[in-house]
C-alpha cells in the first residue's frame, strides 16, 4: 500500500513538474492501483501469509517509479506498461495458486528442460520469429509479441537447481582416481555442460549478449552454491574470458557493443549516440537531479523507457534517485538471499537463489552498461524499465520467492513430528524385552 501510495505522489509531481496541473485522471489512477494492491494483499494472507513481507513491496516500488519515467516521456508506452502490471499482478496470483509446494516442479526436469529449449528456439522459426535492433529474440503469437526467454531464463533455473540438487555430492566430492589423488569425476557434469552449452548457442544464434550473459552466469553461480567450491568460479571466469574474447572476433554485434564501451565518442552520431546522451542526462541531474518533471536532455535519448531508463531517473532524481533504485536492488536481492538460506530443501534453496540470480544481475548488468562499467547489452531493468515480457515473468519469479519464504516460514511453526512448535513431541513406549 505505501508503495501504490509512493507512486501515485511520484506521479502528481511529474505532472506538476511537466505541465504544472495535476493529471485530471488522478481518480481512476489511484484505484486501479488501491485496487491491485488489496488484491495482491489479499492473495498474499490467504496463499502465502507467511512469505517475507519486504521482496513484493520493493518489487512494486521499483515498478511505480519506473511507471512513472515511463508516463513522462512516452505516454502511449505508460498505458500498455499498465496493462502488463496487471496481467503480472494476474499470473503472480496465478503462480501462487498453483504452486503450492515446489518440490512439485521437480517431478518435471526434463519436461521443463524440453519447455526452456522450445522457448528458446522459437525465435529462430521462420515466420514466427521476430529480427528487432538485430537481435532475434522476439515471436508473434496470435497477435501478441514477447520475448520466450524471459521465460525460459526462469524455466532453465529451475531445471538447473533440480539438476544440481540430485548430483551435488558427485559434483563436490572427489571420487576419481588418477594416479594417487582422487579428483572430480567429470561424467556428472557432462549433461548439464550441454544443456548449458546448447542455451548458450542457441542464444548467440539470436545475436543477444546480454541475455547469454545472464545464463552464463546463472549457471555458474548456481553451481558453485550447489557445490562450494571456489574450483567451479576459477574455470567459470577463465572461460568467460576466452568466450568474450572469441565472441568478440566472430559476433559483428559484441565487437560493436565493445567498441561503443571502450570509445563511443567515434560513433556519437550513430551507434554512440545513445549511451553518450544518457550519459549527458545523468551529469544534466548532478546530485539532487532537475525534479520530476524537469527534465530536458532525457527526451533525446534513443529507447529511453526500455534501455536507458536509468538516465531518465538520472537527470530528474539525480544521484539521490538513482542510489535509492541501487539500494533497492541490494535489499531485494538480499531478501531473496534470505528466502534460499531458510530453504526447506537443497531444491528450493537452489531455485531461490538462482531467481534471485536472475533478478539481481540482469540489473546490475544494465545499470553497470549505462554507466560504462560494462558493456552495454540493452536488457531491461527488472520492474522499472518498459517491457511486458519482463514484467510479467519478473512477477512470477517473485510469486516463487515468496512461495519458498511461505514454506520455510510454515515448518519453522511446526515441530519435527508436525505438532506445534514448542510443544513436546509425544514419545511411543520403549519396546517390550
Given at each position: 500500500?505505501?508503495?501504490?501510495?509512493?507512486?501515485?505522489?511520484?506521479?502528481?509531481?511529474?505532472?506538476?513538474?511537466?505541465?504544472?496541473?495535476?493529471?485530471?485522471?488522478?481518480?481512476?489512477?489511484?484505484?486501479?492501483?488501491?485496487?491491485?494492491?488489496?488484491?495482491?494483499?489479499?492473495?498474499?494472507?490467504?496463499?502465502?501469509?507467511?512469505?517475507?513481507?519486504?521482496?513484493?513491496?520493493?518489487?512494486?516500488?521499483?515498478?511505480?517509479?519506473?511507471?512513472v519515467v515511463i508516463a513522462r516521456w512516452n505516454p502511449a508506452f505508460a498505458k500498455a506498461q499498465a496493462g502488463w502490471v496487471a496481467i503480472g499482478a494476474g499470473?503472480?496470483?496465478?503462480?501462487?495458486?498453483?504452486?503450492?509446494?515446489?518440490?512439485?516442479?521437480?517431478?518435471?526436469?526434463?519436461?521443463?528442460?524440453?519447455?526452456?529449449?522450445?522457448?528458446?528456439?522459437?525465435?529462430?522459426?521462420?515466420?514466427?520469429?521476430?529480427?528487432?535492433?538485430?537481435?532475434?529474440?522476439?515471436?508473434?503469437?496470435?497477435?501478441?509479441?514477447?520475448?520466450?526467454?524471459?521465460?525460459?531464463?526462469?524455466?532453465?533455473?529451475?531445471?538447473?537447481?533440480?539438476?544440481?540438487?540430485?548430483?551435488?555430492?558427485?559434483?563436490?566430492?572427489?571420487?576419481?582416481?588418477?594416479?594417487?589423488?582422487?579428483?572430480?569425476?567429470?561424467?556428472?557434469?557432462?549433461?548439464?555442460?550441454?544443456?548449458w552449452g546448447f542455451a548458450m548457442l542457441v542464444i548467440a544464434a539470436e545475436n543477444d549478449i546480454g541475455f547469454a550473459m545472464l545464463i552464463f552466469t546463472l549457471?555458474?553461480?548456481?553451481?558453485?552454491?550447489?557445490?562450494?567450491?571456489?574450483?567451479?568460479?576459477?574455470?567459470?571466469?577463465?572461460?568467460?574470458?576466452?568466450?568474450?574474447?572469441?565472441?568478440?572476433?566472430?559476433?559483428?554485434?559484441?565487437?560493436?557493443?565493445?567498441?561503443?564501451?571502450?570509445?563511443?565518442?567515434?560513433?556519437?552520431?550513430?551507434?554512440?549516440?545513445?549511451?553518450?546522451?544518457?550519459?549527458?542526462?545523468?551529469?544534466?541531474?548532478?546530485?539532487?537531479?532537475?525534479?520530476?518533471?524537469?527534465?530536458?536532455?532525457?527526451?533525446?535519448?534513443?529507447?529511453?523507457?526500455?534501455?536507458?531508463?536509468?538516465?531518465?531517473?538520472?537527470?530528474?532524481?539525480?544521484?539521490?534517485?538513482?542510489?535509492?533504485?541501487?539500494?533497492?536492488?541490494?535489499?531485494?536481492?538480499?531478501?531473496?538471499?534470505?528466502?534460499?538460506?531458510?530453504?526447506?530443501?537443497?531444491?528450493?534453496r537452489l531455485v531461490a537463489t538462482g531467481l534471485t540470480a536472475i533478478l539481481g544481475f540482469q540489473a546490475f548488468f544494465i545499470m553497470a552498461g549505462v554507466l560504462?562499467?560494462?558493456?552495454?547489452?540493452?536488457?531491461?531493468?527488472?520492474?522499472?524499465?518498459?517491457?511486458?515480457?519482463?514484467?510479467?515473468?519478473?512477477?512470477?519469479?517473485?510469486?516463487?520467492?515468496?512461495?519458498?519464504?511461505?514454506?520455510?516460514?510454515?515448518?519453522?511453526?511446526?515441530?519435527?513430528?508436525?505438532?506445534?512448535?514448542?510443544?513436546?513431541?509425544?514419545?511411543?513406549?520403549?519396546?517390550?524385552?
Open positions: 500500500m505505501l508503495s501504490s501510495l509512493a507512486t501515485a505522489a511520484l506521479y502528481v509531481i511529474a505532472s506538476l513538474g511537466a505541465k504544472s496541473r495535476i493529471p485530471p485522471h488522478i481518480g481512476p489512477f489511484l484505484a486501479v492501483l488501491v485496487g491491485l494492491s488489496l488484491a495482491v494483499h489479499v492473495a498474499n494472507r490467504w496463499l502465502a501469509p507467511q512469505a517475507n513481507p519486504v521482496i513484493l513491496p520493493l518489487a512494486a516500488l521499483l515498478n511505480g517509479l519506473g511507471y499470473l503472480y496470483v496465478l503462480t501462487l495458486l498453483v504452486v503450492r509446494r515446489t518440490r512439485d516442479l521437480d517431478r518435471y526436469r526434463y519436461l521443463l528442460l524440453l519447455a526452456a529449449v522450445v522457448l528458446m528456439l522459437a525465435p529462430l522459426v521462420p515466420k514466427v520469429g521476430l529480427n528487432i535492433n538485430g537481435a532475434r529474440l522476439w515471436v508473434r503469437v496470435l497477435g501478441v509479441q514477447f520475448q520466450p526467454v524471459e521465460i525460459a531464463k526462469v524455466v532453465l533455473c529451475i531445471f538447473f537447481a533440480s539438476y544440481f540438487a540430485e548430483k551435488k555430492e558427485l559434483l563436490s566430492i572427489p571420487t576419481a582416481r588418477i594416479g594417487n589423488r582422487l579428483v572430480l569425476d567429470p561424467r556428472p557434469l557432462l549433461p548439464i555442460v550441454l544443456a549457471f555458474i553461480t548456481m553451481l558453485w552454491v550447489a557445490t562450494g567450491r571456489a574450483t567451479y568460479l576459477v574455470v567459470g571466469v577463465v572461460i568467460f574470458a576466452v568466450g568474450a574474447v572469441v565472441a568478440a572476433h566472430l559476433f559483428g554485434q559484441v565487437h560493436q557493443r565493445i567498441s561503443i564501451w571502450l570509445d563511443p565518442w567515434k560513433t556519437i552520431t550513430g551507434s554512440g549516440q545513445q549511451l553518450a546522451y544518457g550519459w549527458f542526462s545523468l551529469g544534466h541531474g548532478g546530485v539532487g537531479g532537475t525534479g520530476l518533471g524537469q527534465g530536458i536532455l532525457s527526451g533525446q535519448v534513443p529507447y529511453l523507457t526500455s534501455d536507458m531508463i536509468l538516465a531518465g531517473i538520472g537527470e530528474e532524481m539525480g544521484l539521490m534517485g538513482t542510489s535509492v533504485v541501487v539500494i533497492a536492488y541490494v535489499l531485494l536481492v538480499g531478501a531473496g538471499l534470505h528466502v534460499a538460506q531458510r530453504a526447506r530443501s537443497d531444491f528450493s560504462r562499467l560494462l558493456p552495454f547489452t540493452g536488457i531491461t531493468l527488472p520492474f522499472v524499465a518498459y517491457g511486458g515480457s519482463s514484467l510479467v515473468t519478473n512477477y512470477a519469479v517473485v510469486a516463487l520467492l515468496l512461495r519458498i519464504s511461505d514454506e520455510a516460514a510454515s515448518a519453522g511453526t511446526s515441530s519435527p513430528d508436525g505438532g506445534p512448535a514448542g510443544v513436546p513431541a509425544r514419545r511411543s513406549p520403549p519396546l517390550p524385552g
